[in-house]
């Protein structure tokens, strides 16, 4: 990978003006309802897994103790 030569006279130095105090919050707010989304979508995912490996241990229990007959 190499550089990017910056043509003579372009500079790339970019600088945004300060954030308010409203967007601030509204960041800081979208960055909390997005962890709490991905944290409730893993808690989902957990509790799925949770109830296959139930099942899948009810049918193997089931099943060996048809074959013990």
């Known amino acids: 990978m190499g550089f ?15 954030l308010t ?6 960041i800081s707010e979208f960055i909390r309802k997005n962890k709490a989304k991905k944290s409730l979508a893993y808690t989902k995912k957990r509790i799925r897994n949770l109830k296959s490996q139930k099942e899948l241990a009810q049918k193997h ?8 007959i």
């Open 61 to 68: 229990k089931n099943t060996n103790s048809q074959h013990a």
């Open 21 to 26: 105090d409203e967007e601030k919050k509204a």
């Open 4 to 18: 990017i030569k910056e043509p003579e006279g372009v500079d790339f130095i970019i600088q945004s003006p300060p």
